[in-house]
């Protein structure tokens, strides 16, 4: 194992995951469970010792990737090909057009990563909370010479997939979901079709996890049940989001980071400037990408032994970066949804006690990189609220294609926008060897020329409006 794989020191005296959690299968009798959830929600009342030996269960069978992942289940896609050929649905496929890497997932299955011809589906808790995220992934692209309209495309012609709202209040039905989901994915195979390309010439790129894990999860809600594509098929048919008279589903559902994963050596090779050898670099794995519909993500033995999913770990290592294990890595952000609404106190504790906390405590960490819109911003917004309780823990929050641009040259503030962070990025962009009070300093000169309407873009605004 080289440097950059060591583990952290392990902190064993440290109270386990367990205290003070929820766990289903108990009832209480007012109906109402821990803080609203539901009857079936019950404080587990662990001890501290139960505690403990319950995240030892937890890294001995899950950290080392020996949980029984039972017989080999289905794959989705045989489902879908078969689904084809009786007429029920089309399926959007990466051809060689899209320039696609096989990688294999838990179960050793191929998957195609288009790495070209993609169709940008942005995400609501990006563009409103870490706007520096998404223009960091466009960044990428421009600097790979990737051409706007050919080679990529980013269209205001979408929707927010509304799995917050389901997970989070309960409110949405898989219906819903799946119209939703159907509706997007229509639009990515016809959008090039106004700029004089075949259907299917742009593969949608999802960029949020939260969306990455819904639409996994109605993917395949939609071939297992000929109800429910019933139902759904009536909605897209008033909103004309039919071809032929039949869905379309994609062949891959893509998550950016998977993008970033397969093209890593690539931004190392041929953009990286700056050196990260010496930054110390822990990764939190977000849940939506590896939890959730699990068979479908990315392993790889050279990422960690292949005892971690892939995705910003890869990135991290490939720039040469000090990568740091540390012992609550499988653990939610915090996040999770229901709680960060009805019970934000034990998010920001979570996120304090099980994240910002250990990753200083064990690994020392300069940056804590993620790769998932919720995971990011309840790490990076949160760490204020420590203070008031005595703990005064930070590190630096970033997603792993913001850090990698920063190592191939991208502005802290025009393109990677850490100025939008809560947690304090500045020592850890000096670290890299960047001037954070010079670079404010330009940025400080651009607002005024913004302001006199000379306006830089990235992307050409006429190409963003559908049509």
Known sequence: ?????????????????????????????????????????????????????????????????????????????????????EGEIIVHRITDAHKPEIVQTLFGWDKKIPTTQLWHHKSCGQCGNIPGYPTSLMWFMNEFGYKPGVDYLDETDQTSCTAW??????????????AVFLRNFHQAYVSGQRLG?????????????TSYGNYKEIR??????????????????????LVDGKLVIPEEIIHYSEWVHVMRHRIANELQKIDVSNIRTTVHAACHYYKMVHEDAIYDPTVLGGNRTAPGTSIAQALGANVIDYSTWYDCCGFGFRHIISEREFTRSFTMDRKIKVVRQEANADVLLGIDTGCITTMDKNQWIGKSHGQDFSVPIMADVQ??????????????QLQWHASPCEEAVEKMGISW????????????????????????????VGG
């Open 1 to 85: 194992m080289s440097d950059k794989q060591k583990p952290g020191n392990h902190n064993t005296d440290a109270q386990g995951a367990g205290a003070g959690t929820m766990k289903p299968g108990f009832h209480n009798t007012d109906g109402q469970g821990v803080a609203g959830h539901g009857s079936m929600f019950q404080s587990t009342n662990l001890s501290p010792e139960e505690a403990v030996a319950a995240t030892d269960w937890v890294r001995k069978h899950v950290d080392r990737r020996t949980i029984d992942l039972g017989e080999r289940m289905d794959d989705v896609r045989d489902h879908m090909w078969e689904l084809e050929k």
């Open 165 to 178: 709202n389901y997970h989070g209040s309960g409110i949405g039905n898989v219906e819903s979901l799946a």
């Open 197 to 209: 390309h075949d259907a299917g010439h742009f593969f949608p790129l999802v960029h949020c996890g």
């Open 220 to 241: 395949k809600y939609l071939v297992e049940s000929p109800e429910l594509r019933e139902k759904v098929k009536k909605i897209l048919g008033k909103l004309g989001r």
């Open 403 to 416: 850090f990698a641009a920063l190592a191939c040259g991208a502005d802290p503030f025009k393109i990677v």
């Open 437 to 464: 009070a010079e670079s404010k300093k330009r940025f400080e000169e651009y607002l005024k020329e913004v302001e006199q309407g000379k306006i830089e873009y990235l992307y050409d605004p006429k190409l963003a």
